[in-house]
């Protein structure tokens, strides 16, 4: 099992007009593509090493805007969220994403399309 988080971030990739709405009420509870937090029971991350293989997996014929978030298990943690590993690179998140506060949300980007394909961004 590869749960590397030496960084101490975990990323979610999350639908950008998700990622968006999510913003006003200060919580964001997309679990996946299609899937809610609930009935989920959990929000999926994955770490950098991960990505590439959720997006040709998860979100290969997407074509809406998708974003890169980029989040502290620290600041999960802290607000009270208990995060676990789950299978190869993924990661299980228990509880809503406080999508506003910055210690939790490290960063965001914006993912690009290549070749047809979604592609992970260089670190």
Not at 84 to 92: S, V
């Amino acid at each position: 099992m590869n749960n590397d988080t030496t960084d101490g971030a975990l990323v979610h990739i999350a639908i950008e007009d998700d990622w968006e709405m999510s913003l006003p009420l200060g919580s964001y509870e997309a679990a996946t593509r299609g899937v809610a937090y609930e009935p989920g029971g959990y929000i999926r991350a994955t770490t950098a090493a991960g990505v590439q293989t959720v997006l040709d997996r998860v979100y290969p014929d997407l074509t809406l805007p998708l974003l890169l978030v980029s989040l502290s298990v620290a600041g999960l943690e802290a607000s009270g969220i208990d995060v676990e590993p789950a299978r190869g690179d993924g990661w299980r998140i228990f509880g809503a994403i406080p999508c506003t506060d910055p210690a939790v949300v490290v960063a965001i980007r914006a993912l690009e399309r290549s070749g047809g394909r979604w592609v992970a961004l260089a670190a």
